[in-house]
């Protein structure tokens, strides 16, 4: 009699989309955390835009927070001229938006021509309320897609075949990542081939700088000549809000 088969908890999480995507990103370049951010962000904004009309949920947020934040308004255009739309979409989005944005802005001077009417003493104590217009309910959207890739990267960082599929690959945990990673224990082996990829790097660049001191002598190999960049990018990841 064969032994039924028993799939345990790793096998079905390998099974699952999540390590899909990772292993999609590790085919890629950058921090795969970061990517798969990315791309998760541009499919929501382009959804967004073709469901906006008939999804009220979507309607509510997008108006209680007046608009978008600078980051997903620049994405928004991108994911409109992606549809390859004539701006209909963004247009009928923004309509009502507006009419609440000049409404706001009136509210708020009506208000502060009133506080410079006022006695110096009552003039402290009032304030005007503003909008943070640093994050978006797209922010929102993200920052839960962020906390779903880390968990399950987290949860398959000590596998053995992520941890051999990340050393081959020309990707490597950016710093913002990578710090969440440790907070969060995980596994010594992800973190010590990350610590190698870091040491190349540093490598690299010591070695284009060293080499601009000797007259001439300038055979800079391909990752010396782009180890400037490679270093910004550990840090500046692209996800940053
Ligand atoms: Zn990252
Ligand atoms: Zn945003």
Known sequence: MTEPFIEDDMTRAKRGISWVRLEEALRG???PVCSQIERTEQHYLEGLLYEYVLDVGVRKKLHRQHGFCTRHAKLALMAEVKLGSDG????TMFETVLEENIALLGQQVKLIEEIAAETNKRKKKKTVRSVDAGKCFVCDFVKNAEEITL???LYLSDDDELIAEYKDSKTLICFR???MLAKEK????LLHATIE???KMKNDVSNFIMKHDYQGAHDYTRYELDSYLDAV???SGQMRW
Do not use: I
């Not at 209909?88 to 247009?91: E, G, I, M, T, V």
């Open 29 to 31: 370049t950058g921090c």
């Open 177 to 179: 990542h990578v710090q």
């Open 151 to 153: 968990h399950s990267l």
């Open 186 to 189: 995980a596994s010594p082996r």
């Open 197 to 199: 990829k870091v040491k």
């Open 88 to 91: 209909l979409h963004l247009a």
């Open 233 to 235: 990018n550990l840090f």
